[in-house]
């Protein structure tokens, strides 16, 4: 998935059934994905099913093994990434808590459900290797990715029932936690640095400077760098170039567009130097990232 605007509108499932399983490949190569920094009102469990892959959620980063988990709240600022060259793929479930919410008087509404969706109770994030449900909960993230994908009869009772599973094993482990003033703290923090990723995709055709990003921060030059760097592990600049060139692959998909014209619209006034920062991305040219896509089958349902 390229997502154009960090804050996600696209529709997972349907109104009727809120929900949808992702295969993600990370893995460099033509058929690499790419999940920059984003959120959306949905809840997401994720499990690597391949190889290795690097999750970042809010300012943390993890690198999860094959078999590993992670579950998280709706708004949750999260991006995936291969940690080096080798296989990198994992099922992304997203789903909206209204999926699971029963008549206003119920138990489980009033007691799990209600507080997951104010956010007093949260998604445990990701699961340590060693906890003694990961392996459980692996199971059954991998049966319910599978139903959503090939839809037997009745899939929709196995994919809700798989999630009251997941939710009580949690339950039983003690993983849904509540909110503490650090998470509080965190959440503020999540939320600047969202206004700033939201303007810098605003204004990607436009010059960017530090100086305009820090205002949206509302702090000084200096404090702005280091509070970037912590949160998303990149300098403001590098990020900018990053989105850059996720936005110019996504635009490299229609053949009708030039290489010239796309690198223009994202604030490259020297068709060199687009090709010169996009190949130091994606180890090949725009050209040549354009005859790959091309030629590659239809794709599987992918973020």
Known sequence: MEAVHLLEHRQHGDST????????????GPYQQTVNLH?????ECIV????????????????????????????ELHSMAAPDQGPSECKA??????????PSGDRVQQT???????????????IPEQHPIRQELAVHLNAIARALEDQPTGYELRVKGGLYQVLAELVDASLLTETSPRRETDDRRAEILKAVLTYIDEHLGEKLRLADLARVANMSEGHFCRFFKEMTHRKPMQYVNERRVARAAELLKDPNRSITAIGMDLGYHDVSYFIKVFRSYKHCTPLAYRKAW????????TR
């Open 17 to 28: 059934f809120h929900i949808q399983a992702y295969h993600v490949v990370l893995t460099p």
């Open 39 to 43: 959120w959306h009102s949905e809840a």
């Open 93 to 102: 479930i997203v789903f909206g808590l209204d999926l699971l919410e029963g």
């Open 112 to 126: 799990y459900l209600a507080p997951l969706a104010s956010g007093k109770l949260r998604l445990p994030g990701v």
């Open 294 to 301: 091309l030629r590659l089958p239809v794709p599987r349902s």
């Open 48 to 75: 690597v099913t391949k190889g290795r892959v690097c999750l970042q959620v809010g300012s943390r980063r993890h690198v999860l093994a094959e078999g590993g988990v992670a579950l998280m709240s709706g708004g």
